[in-house]
């Protein structure tokens, strides 16, 4: 088959395109580099069943194309506040256009939506059925009401022009290639970690997430599209933690001697989050298998060695 993969060169993207190339199948990734790395897909450039395209998906673009994942988006509250209004331009006149190509081509179009269209929930642990407690004029409203939008699209271009849609609700996902200055809770207490610095707990840590490992999703991602469910669906890691233990576990891991830090929790964050992945299972037969202290460890040793190779290209003054 032939697969676009927008922002394929991020962090998700970039580990879905290893499995859709392994398995064979043309991939043409489409990324404008605002927070991806042309490292993660280094392996691949020079396949003659890969294309990488340099394009801001805020503008057409016409391809030929069985199937779509719509991945394109900056994901890190750090930045995707960078440039609020281009985050909304990106959910939603780029997911316009994405739905307008796979309109065309007639391709099977999944969208990356999120966790964070149930914003602060008030039912835990989240079903897709809830709808969702979201701050309209927030700071992280360009991303949350960004991706609500970007549903819409999706079930009104299915509903009025037969659009063969799938639409995931990814719950945190963490793995290797996150980038080192990423800003998210994991990438930044590792990196933290490694150079000896303070963990930075924003508030008093007690706030929870469900952490995913990144292969565990990519398998729910290529499940979904390639099944008859369209969803939404969550895709994400019950086993909930408090920032505060997920600090803990990562200082006994990297270095028990480095700090922990308390800031200011930054406005509208999600007091708590853990999806119910009844739908997951029983439409999709998936469930995560990786446990947090083994993806905590590959992504330890996968900064690591970047870390490392950072500091050794550095110019000796
Ligand atoms: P990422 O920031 O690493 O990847 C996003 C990619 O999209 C980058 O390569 C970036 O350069 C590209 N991009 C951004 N704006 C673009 C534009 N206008 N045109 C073309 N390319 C553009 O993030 P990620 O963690 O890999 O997330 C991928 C998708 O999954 C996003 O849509 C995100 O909203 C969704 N998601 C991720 C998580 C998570 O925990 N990682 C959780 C929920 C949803
Ligand atoms: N967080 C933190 N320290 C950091 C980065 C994030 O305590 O250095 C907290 C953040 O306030 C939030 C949680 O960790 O409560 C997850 O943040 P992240 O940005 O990873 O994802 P999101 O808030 O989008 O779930």
Redesign the pocket.
């Known amino acids: 088959m032939r697969i676009l993969v927008t922002g394929g060169a991020g962090f998700i993207g970039s580990h879905l395109i290893d499995r859709l190339m392994e398995a064979g199948h043309e991939v043409i990734c489409l990324d404008n580099f605002y927070t991806g790395d042309r490292r993660n897909i280094l392996k691949w450039l020079n396949h003659p069943y890969f294309e990488l395209i340099r394009h801001d998906i805020t503008e057409p673009i016409r391809l030929e194309v069985q199937q779509i994942y719509h991945l394109a988006c900056p994901a890190?509250?750090?930045h995707y506040q960078y440039n609020p209004v281009k985050t909304i331009k990106t959910n939603v006149m780029g997911t316009l256009n994405m739905l307008g190509l796979a309109k065309r081509v007639k391709a099977r179009f999944l969208l990356a939506s999120t966790?964070?269209v149930y914003g602060d929930p008030e039912v835990h642990p989240q079903p897709e059925e809830y709808r969702g407690s979201v701050n309209p004029i927030g700071i992280r409203s360009c991303y949350d009401e960004g991706k609500r939008v970007a549903e819409t699209l999706a079930f009104d271009y299915h509903r009025q022009n037969d659009v063969d849609i799938r639409v995931a609700r990814i719950f945190?996902t963490y793995g290797p290639r996150m980038l080192e200055n990423d800003?998210?809770?994991?990438s930044?207490?590792v990196v933290?970690a490694l150079c000896g610095q303070p963990?930075?707990?924003?508030?008093e840590?007690a706030?929870t997430?469900s952490f995913c490992y990144v292969s565990d999703l990519v398998e729910g991602l290529m499940r979904l599209m390639n099944g008859d469910f369209i969803g939404p669906v969550n895709l994400g890691n019950p086993d909930e933690y408090t920032?505060l233990q997920l600090?803990q576990a990562v200082q006994q891991m990297v270095n028990p001697d480095v700090p922990l830090k308390f800031?200011p929790?930054?406005q509208d964050?999600?007091r708590r989050?853990k999806p119910d992945i009844t739908r997951a299972q029983t439409h999709l037969g998936w469930q995560p298998t990786v446990l947090l202290q083994d993806g905590l460890q590959r992504t330890i040793d996968d900064f690591r060695a970047r870390l490392g190779d950072a500091r050794a290209a550095q110019p000796v003054l």
Not at 199 to 203: A, D, K, N, S
């Open positions: 890190s509250p750090v966790s964070e945190n800003g998210r809770v994991v930044n207490f933290q963990l930075t707990i924003y508030g840590g706030q997430r920032i600090a800031e929790l930054p964050d999600p989050r």
